[in-house]
């Protein structure tokens, strides 16, 4: 059974840093693109970062670059998210999710969705 649990999250002031985990059971991590998404309360999910299965390209969002960080370890079927400088607007419910033998960079649907992690940015 295909499993995926995030964790990390929680409160944290403006400029702070926050670190995501996503651990995933039930199958082997490599032949999988995984990604990161959120929703903010009356927005619409959005793509925050992906690493592709086969090429290891990454995508950021543009409000990510240069703030936030991507990695997975195969091996330990980790998906890490690193998050700098976090910005009030950052606030969501953060999500990892896995796409089966593909290379399009987490351009949905995700074939499996974890149940996502709160993070909110506030002073």
């Known amino acids: 059974q295909v499993q995926l649990v995030e964790s990390g999250g929680g409160l944290v002031q403006p400029g702070g840093s926050l670190s995501l985990t996503c651990v995933a059971s039930?199958?082997?991590?490599?032949?999988?693109?995984v990604g990161w998404f959120r929703q903010a309360p009356g927005k619409e999910r959005e793509r925050v970062s992906c690493?592709?299965?086969?090429?290891?390209?990454?995508y950021y969002a543009d409000s990510v670059k240069g703030r936030f960080t991507a990695s997975r370890d195969n091996a330990n079927k980790i998906i890490y998210l690193q998050m700098n400088n976090l910005r009030p607007e950052d606030t969501a419910v953060y999500y990892c999710?896995?796409?089966?033998?593909?290379?399009?960079?987490?351009?949905?649907?995700?074939?499996?969705w974890g149940k996502g992690t709160l993070v909110t940015v506030s002073s």
């Open positions: 690493i592709n299965f086969d090429d290891d390209r990454i």
């Open positions: 039930g199958f082997t991590l490599d032949r999988f693109t």
């Open positions: 999710a896995l796409d089966y033998l593909s290379s399009t960079l987490c351009v949905e649907p995700m074939d499996y």
